[in-house]
């Protein structure tokens, strides 16, 4: 019984296997990669598009500052980084100062540079390597000399390279917070997924739970009803049997419309109404007569004080919660055991105690009997019935000793008194052999 009924998520969950858990892994990695790379590709593209706006402006910088200084600045007062040189009509050579020794190192190479340069029409901008260096010159005529601006381009150099690194380490930083994002991208991604196989996993084991006990309790009364037959007994005498019979399967389609309903996995609040336990606890009691019956165990139904026991719920899964519990204390009580069905009213509360002379439990393990997947031996039952009673705003508690039985006590809010008739109760012993 989903506790998504009751307008509640339930807490807890079954473990996803291992194929289920490697392929969330594995897509959880794929994600990573793929959102890592792609940010990384961007930020390459970045720094790319950076590199080339830097190159592409130190150039025409470059040659308008050149142009600008070949055109109107002095041979000894050049501008910073920019070096002139003059070849006069009768062949000598002016120079700005430190610009021969620090370009050629000699006046013969600067003279075939500037010859070179001069023989061609107009102004002009190239690239030449003198001395192992790269430089950028600026030919053109002015008063009837040849005047090159020369820039020597390892400084511009040595700022791509610094933008280089810088780029660099943007890029592995980059790198690394990309790989950040893509796990947090990654896991919020396949968060639904995962929540998505959980919900898959505990309906599958919900139902299997659900489902288990009213089919063993119709198949165990089918049989013996069909031994009896055979056995020439009256039909006319297996009409309560029947109804019994019919009962159980009326209970086991609300059980199914109960899952299906849950298994839309929404908050579906169902309408509460006044429920007797007491009724309810003497309808079980005969529904798993036979099952008592044939492994040797007696269940006893008794209220404890007058008053009656209405709370205000949903009565299929209360019908569940007093099902699971029978059904706990039937699979730990063995030949010759004992059940007893206890029904109390106090101060605003209902009492329901189902208790046993059967195997019994170790109290510190009591608590986490309620946990799904937990309580060895106790399997699913026990969680999905706490589920049930917080969502009717109850308590459940368990108690007992190795060897010495088990004690499960329900307790709900008392609802509105309701005009009911007063069940009949009676003590179950199994039949006596032969």
Request: aromatic share 4%; glycine share 12%.
């Given at each position: ?90 062949g000598t050579v002016r120079a700005s100062p430190g610009a021969l020794r620090h370009a050629t190192g000699d006046r013969q190479g600067t003279r075939a540079a500037l010859a070179a340069g001069s023989a ?154 006044p429920v007797d336990l007491a009724v309810l606890a003497a309808e079980l009691a005969v529904a798993e007569n036979a099952r008592a019956a044939a492994q040797g165990v007696s269940i006893e139904v008794r ?14 899964a209360l019908r569940r919660v007093i099902s699971a519990l029978l059904d706990n204390a039937l699979g730990h009580t063995g030949p010759g055991g004992h059940i007893w069905v206890t029904l109390s009213s ?89």
């Open positions: 019984m989903s506790l998504a009924l009751f307008g509640r998520r339930p807490a807890g969950g079954p473990r996803l296997p291992d194929p289920d858990r490697r392929l969330l892994v594995r897509a959880r990695r794929r994600i990573t990669v793929q959102v890592a790379g792609a940010i990384s590709v961007v930020l390459a593209l970045v720094g790319v598009l950076v590199w080339c706006a830097m190159g592409h402006s130190q150039g025409t910088a470059a040659e308008r500052d050149l142009a600008a200084a070949a055109q109107r600045s002095p041979i000894a007062y050049p501008p910073p980084c920019v070096w002139l040189y003059e070849l006069r009509a009768d061609g029409a107009g102004p002009r901008t190239e690239r030449v390597s003198v001395a192992g260096r790269d430089y950028l010159i600026h030919t053109r005529e002015r008063g009837g000399a040849v005047v090159q601006a020369a820039m020597d381009l390892r400084y511009q150099a040595a700022e791509q390279q610094r933008l280089l690194r810088t780029l660099i380490g943007a890029e592995l930083v980059g790198l690394v917070a990309a790989l950040l994002v893509g796990q947090v991208v990654s896991r919020r991604a396949i968060t639904p997924l995962g929540e998505a196989l959980a919900r898959q996993r505990r309906f599958a084991a919900d139902v299997s739970h659900e489902l288990r006990t009213p089919l063993t309790r119709l198949h165990t009364r089918a049989q013996l009803l069909s031994r009896r037959l055979r056995g020439g007994t009256d039909p006319i005498l297996l009409i309560d049997e029947v109804d019994q019979l019919a009962t159980g399967t009326r209970q086991l389609g609300e059980v199914v419309e109960d899952l299906l309903r849950s298994a839309q996995f929404k908050q579906l609040r169902r309408p509460f109404g209220c404890d004080g007058p008053g009656d026991h209405v709370v205000r719920g949903v009565e299929s106090g101060p605003g509360t209902i009492g329901l105690t189902v208790r046993d002379d059967g195997a019994g439990l170790d109290p510190e393990d009591a608590e986490r009997l309620f946990t799904r997947f937990e309580g060895t031996g106790f399997g699913l039952g026990l969680a999905l019935v706490r589920e049930v009673v917080d969502g009717h705003n109850g308590t459940i508690t368990a108690d007992g000793r190795p060897g010495g039985g088990a004690v499960f006590t329900v307790r709900l809010p008392a609802g509105p008194p309701a005009p009911m008739v007063q069940p009949t109760y009676q003590r179950y012993q199994p039949p006596l052999p032969g």
